[in-house]
């Protein structure tokens, strides 16, 4: 299994462009989630899945917006990118969507991203 | 509403020290509470998790944690520091209830001196 990858690794953007970031996993995972890292705050949650076609807003859902219309992937999506969003972002992945089952969330080695 | 708090932003030992990061939650339904260590440039690793069976949770690399309800804490240890502990260390609650969201800590950078 590759576990959860993500692309693109980097990505430099000007203010105003759009873009998607990648996310898939192989290990056939109901529960999928997108998180941002900024120095000091830890990672914080944008969006999340808990199946196909089910997506949800987190602590952070402004200015992005997600979709998953297959089980592997949960692509994110800036659509006029801000100088604010530049930030880590990650992926992660559960087998089981509920807090209640406390499966362990799987990440993936995330994209830096930086908008000019 | 769930939360975590990391006491310390910044941790040094020395080689063969023993390692405390420090946690506490704040949750108003039984949390499930979770370590995991990010390396330089690298992703998110589980290093232990506890799920309300074993107060006393083992981890990899020798880490474990105690949940302790009346103190409203899981904090981190290592009886023996190495060189290559040196990382980001998290900790993050979920509650039992609802979508598996995880609600993260600012982090410890742990510094391991030679």
């Known amino acids: 299994n590759a576990g959860v990858t993500q692309t693109p690794k980097f990505q430099v953007l000007k203010t105003g462009q759009s873009m998607t970031l990648q996310c898939a996993q192989d290990?056939?995972?109901?529960?999928m989630s997108w998180y941002r890292q900024d120095p000091g705050m830890g990672l914080r949650l944008i969006h999340y899945?808990?199946?196909?076609?089910?997506?949800d807003q987190g602590e952070v859902p402004n200015g992005y917006n997600v979709s998953r219309s297959t089980t592997e992937d949960f692509p994110l999506r800036l659509l006029s990118a801000a100088p604010s969003q530049t930030s880590v972002y990650f992926c992660?992945?559960?087998?089981?969507?509920?807090?209640?089952?406390?499966?362990?969330?799987?990440f993936g080695p995330g994209t830096r991203l930086l908008v000019l | 509403a769930q939360s975590v708090t990391q006491l310390g932003s910044h941790v040094s030992v020395s080689e063969g020290a023993l390692v405390l990061l420090r946690c506490n939650y704040s949750?108003?339904?039984?949390?499930?509470l979770f370590w995991y260590v990010q390396y330089p440039n690298q992703g998110l690793q589980l290093l232990l998790k506890?799920?309300?069976?074993?107060?006393l949770v083992k981890g990899i690399n020798d880490f474990e944690a105690e949940f302790k309800k009346s103190e409203t804490s899981f904090h981190l240890t290592k009886p023996s520091a190495h060189m290559s502990d040196a990382a980001e260390y998290f900790c993050?609650?979920?509650?039992?209830?609802?979508?598996?969201?995880?609600?993260f800590g600012t982090g410890t950078r742990l510094t391991v001196i030679p």
């Open positions: 290990m056939n995972h109901e529960y």
């Open positions: 993050a609650v979920t509650i039992q209830t609802g979508a598996n969201n995880l609600f």
């Open positions: 992660a992945s559960s087998y089981s969507s509920s807090a209640g089952a406390g499966e362990t969330q799987y």
């Open positions: 899945s808990v199946g196909a076609g089910i997506t």
């Open positions: 949750s108003s339904v039984p949390p499930y």
């Open positions: 506890y799920t309300s069976a074993a107060t």
